[in-house]
């Protein structure tokens, strides 16, 4: 048996799924976290061979808890389950580790296939973001040239957190936050954080 930690704010959502999952008998639900915040704690804590997320979530964005998650735990196998369907949003939770990303509207046997996927070793993208990421594999992305946690305090900036809130978000000194802000300025030749916004639009980063 399969087991997960399902994380999604959404309770009769979250709720569905859960259903859905311990009705075929091949996944236990350990845990079900309502925030990113709440995800990353339990995440960080319990083991479970998959997690399953949402990353549009209160408190701590969706790409914000993933590279939490896989800074302190790089082997941990995580599935994005998103409304979004751009292919930039692909690529982003592609980029920041995430073993597979599907939509929620996809039929629940395919959910089902892709986690038994990913728990025996295996990735699942949708087929229009493997064609995006063909088009542009000859030009750089410039999310690649931040580190894992400058992409993780990138997340957080863009969602409007301020250095202190990362500070404690992150357990890190509100000096070390505002260093590596600065690194992310310099490295995405941006000089404020409403350029910083901008440049998430631009490439789709940023959460509707």
Not at 68 to 76: A, D, G, T, W
Not at 156 to 178: C, D, F, M, P, Y
Not at 193 to 198: A, C, G, K, N
């Amino acid at each position: 048996m399969i087991s997960l930690i399902l994380a999604d704010d959404h309770t009769m959502v979250r709720q569905a799924i859960a259903s859905t999952l311990k009705a075929t008998g091949l996944f236990s639900i350990e845990y079900e976290c309502a925030d990113g915040a709440e995800l990353v704690e339990t995440a960080l804590k319990f083991h479970a061979d998959i997690i399953l997320m949402d990353i549009s979530m209160p408190k701590m964005n969706g790409f914000a808890a993933l590279e939490k998650i896989l800074h302190h735990r790089p082997q941990s196998k995580v599935i994005i389950l998103s409304m979004h369907s751009e292919p930039e949003y692909v690529e982003a939770v592609k980029l920041a580790g995430a073993r597979a990303y599907i939509q929620k509207d996809a039929p629940s046997e395919l959910l089902i296939q892709i986690i038994q996927d990913v728990a025996s070793g295996k990735s699942y993208f949708p087929a229009n973001a493997n064609q995006h990421s063909e088009t542009t594999s000859s030009s750089i992305n410039p999310m690649e040239s931040l580190t894992r946690r400058e992409r993780e305090i990138f997340y957080l900036v863009v969602a409007g957190r301020s250095n202190k809130q990362i500070a404690q978000l992150l357990s890190l000194s509100a000096k070390t936050v505002e260093n590596h802000r600065s690194n992310i300025f310099k490295k995405l030749k941006v000089t404020s954080t409403v350029e910083l916004i901008h440049f998430a639009a631009r490439n789709g980063l940023f959460e509707p």
